[in-house]
């Protein structure tokens, strides 16, 4: 069976601003590290950090979900694995300078909305968790 060559989507490209290690600092401290994986069709996380004395380690795959058989779909989506065995899905949305991490799907009452700096390699927020289905701010 020949493979075919899928090309990544405009939105999971632009995710290239996260390639690099990041300092994080506020409830969770420690790095994170993204690459690309050969191809350019997944970025790939990697996670070291501690949070309230525990450790958090483990890596994430995020790109567009093709189950097979069928196109990748629009979404930009992601599994989380850790060291304890749990594993955590999220979509990742970026507008603009603005990033949106949903935990799970897309209007999740749980998400992260992160704002890149224009001068510099940074990116502040915090993460939200509501009892409702949320929209990110504008």
């Not at 970026?94 to 390699?121: C, H, M, V």
Request: proline share 9%.
């Amino acid at each position: 069976m020949a493979e075919t060559t899928i090309e990544p989507s405009p939105e999971l490209r632009a995710l290239d601003r996260l390639v690099g290690t990041w300092k994080v600092t506020g409830g969770a401290e420690g790095t994170v590290r993204y690459e690309w994986m050969p191809g350019g069709c997944f970025l790939l996380q990697h996670v070291d950090l501690a949070e309230s004395g525990e450790s958090i380690t483990g890596m994430e795959v995020i790109g567009n979900l093709g189950p097979f058989g069928e196109p990748p779909g629009k979404d930009v989506v992601s599994r989380f694995y850790d060291s304890a065995g749990n594993t955590l899905d999220y979509t990742y949305e970026l507008i603009g300078d603005t990033l949106t991490i949903w935990a799970g799907a897309k209007g999740s009452p749980a998400y992260f909305p992160g704002t890149f700096d224009a001068e510099g390699p940074s990116l502040t927020g915090d993460w939200v968790y509501r009892t409702e289905a949320a929209t990110p701010p504008p």
